[in-house]
């Protein structure tokens, strides 16, 4: 997978100059290594209700979210075969004992690589109306097979990126199974939040 720079300059354009703004990784993801990957396509119509989900902690009291930005791919390769077709996405804010604050469903057209013209993974920026949150919090994204989010590939469990399960309110460790070797892959969800 080639990661695009442009694609993120770009999306930087967009960003307010008041916003503080935390990343779900450490260090400059030109040097990491970088694939992505729908839910959908992995674990079946289950996906439906199961999202990529990252902890947050909030830079100070009373900060508000406002922006999630996940980098992603929908398919779109600069073809007219690959015209993404439209689906539903979701995204959910949680506190840190999973409490829904909030919760937004769009098609993810008006966000795609496709409007853009962006045949490589690209940043897909939610605009948020500003929703105070305190401590830990959690951002959950539905990608349901509209848009395949990248992730990190790490060596260990991570801290901060995880699977969350809606029936039963279930926060898993981000490991998805490699069926063929009988193990796991450990990821983290590339994923940017903007606030003040």
């Known amino acids: 997978m080639i990661l695009s720079l442009t694609g993120i300059s770009a ?35 289950p996906a439906y209700f199961i999202a990529e989900a990252v902890k947050f902690k909030a830079p100070k009291p009373g900060w508000k979210l406002n922006t999630v930005q996940i980098l992603g791919w929908d398919g779109f390769n600069g073809t007219t075969e690959s015209i993404p077709r439209e689906r539903i996405i979701a995204l959910e804010v949680r506190d840190k004992d999973l409490n829904l604050l909030y919760r937004f469903a769009d098609s993810q057209l008006p ?71 009988n193990e796991s892959v450990p990821l983290n969800w590339i994923m940017t939040i903007g606030g003040n």
């Not at 097979?145 to 399960?165: D, P, R």
């Open 11 to 45: 999306a930087a354009d967009a960003k307010s100059p008041e916003d503080q703004f935390i990343n779900s990784y450490q260090g400059n993801l030109t040097e990491k290594k970088i694939v992505s990957i729908d839910l959908l396509s992995i674990m079946g119509l």
């Open 111 to 181: 966000y795609s690589n496709f409007v853009r013209n962006a045949p490589e993974t690209y940043p897909f920026t939610m605009h948020l109306p500003s929703i105070p949150v305190s401590d830990e919090f959690y951002v959950c994204f539905y990608d349901r097979g509209a848009i395949a989010v990248a992730t990190e590939i790490l060596n260990k469990t991570s801290e901060n990126s995880f699977i969350y399960i809606s029936e039963g309110n279930a926060l898993l460790p981000s490991n998805l199974p490699i069926f063929k070797e």
